[in-house]
Structure formats: C-alpha cells, structure tokens
C-alpha cells in the first residue's frame, strides 16, 4: 500500500529532525530537539566534546518572511562563537514505498505469544503457523516518537481435534484454516528495528469456518 503524498508532507519535517537526531546519537553526539538559544528555538542540537551544532529543518517553498527568520537565527548561531549552524532541507521521497520490514514478524510473535480466543475456541487445541498478506492502512506518529500501525493480514492456523491422550497416541484428526484479521499496533524504533510497544487492536474473522 502506498502513502498518501499529503500524509508524508504531513510528517516530514518531524520524520527528517528524528532522522538526524537517529544519525548524530549514533556517532557519540548528546542530542536535543527543540532546542533553545537566545529568543530562538532551533529544531535540533548535536554536541560532542570538538563542535556544537545547530540544526533547522525546513520542508517545502520558503517565503519571504521564513527566509528572514533563517538569516536572523543564523546569524544569531554564528555570532555565540563556538556553534554551527546547519539548514537541512527536507526532500520528498519520490516513488517510494514506506515499509515496516519486521512487521510480519512482530504479528506472528503476538498470535504464537497469546492466541486469540476466537482461534483457540475452534478446536482442542489450535497451533499458530504463520501471518502473511499484510497490508497497511494508516500510520500515525506519535508524540513520543513511537508509530501506531493499522491495517489487514490472514493467519493461517493449525486444527487438531481430539483429547490429550487421542493426541498422544495419534488417534487425533487434523487440518489447516487460514482467516483475515485486523490489528492495531503501536511500535517504537530501537537498535535499528521496530518492537512491539502495545497491542491496540487484533480481531479474527472465523465466520467462514462455522
């Protein structure tokens, strides 16, 4: 699924500032966002013990009266001595899908860690086998940094029927359903992958097994 072009502009100012917050951490800097110097309020602040560095990030066409604000912070930056200041323009991604490579992976952990009752109430005892056709529908960022991720995918289920001892002595019957679902999930970025934060939403549909 692809993004809306107005989602992106929506969220690409804050998208490219965590971006270089991600990049300067990574190489040792202490980072702060909306950082104060004087009457200004900088985007973003990276400083190690050789340089301190004054990031704004602007995105779109800039106005007459934006481009004064610029040249009065710059100079601003530039005239405590021991700053840099850097503009960082903001570029849309062209042709560009946004994907979520583990996100499979954080739905498979969620069914196999606790199955749903609507899948584990189909028979006596319900083995997760696996996720797949995900589809995204909406993506939200969050104040926190964290990302609530919304949309489709099919589970595919084991089915085993029969007691415990019919099971241990291979007198059970088996088979394999697949059924659509919903999810709602809030997830955060660490060492470089997306983990699991919250579970908002997962919603089976078994009508078509009964």
Known sequence: MD??????????????????????????????????????????FAKNKFESIVFEVKSGALTPEKKEKLK??????KSKGKYK????????????KIKIENLEDILAKIFDD?????????ST???????????VDRIDINKDGSIEVSGTGVVSVELKFG????????????????F????????????GKYTLKEKRELKVDTSTFY
């Open 163 to 178: 007691s415990d001892s019919d099971v241990k002595n291979d007198m059970s019957y088996t088979i394999n359903e697949s």
């Open 85 to 96: 200041f850097k503009l960082v323009f903001a570029a849309t991604p062209k042709d560009k």
């Open 3 to 44: 993004i809306k072009r107005e989602i992106i502009l929506k969220y690409l100012h804050n998208m490219v500032v965590d971006q270089l917050a991600d990049k300067y951490e990574s190489q040792g800097y202490k980072v702060r966002k909306e950082y104060k110097i004087g009457n200004y309020r900088a985007d973003l």
């Open 72 to 77: 009065a912070l710059s100079e601003y930056v």
């Open 125 to 135: 005892h319900t083995r997760f086998n696996e996720v797949s056709n995900i589809e």
């Open 180 to 191: 659509s679902f919903k999810f709602t999930v809030v997830l955060e970025f660490s060492d």
């Open 114 to 122: 606790d199955m749903p009752d609507e899948l584990y109430s189909l």
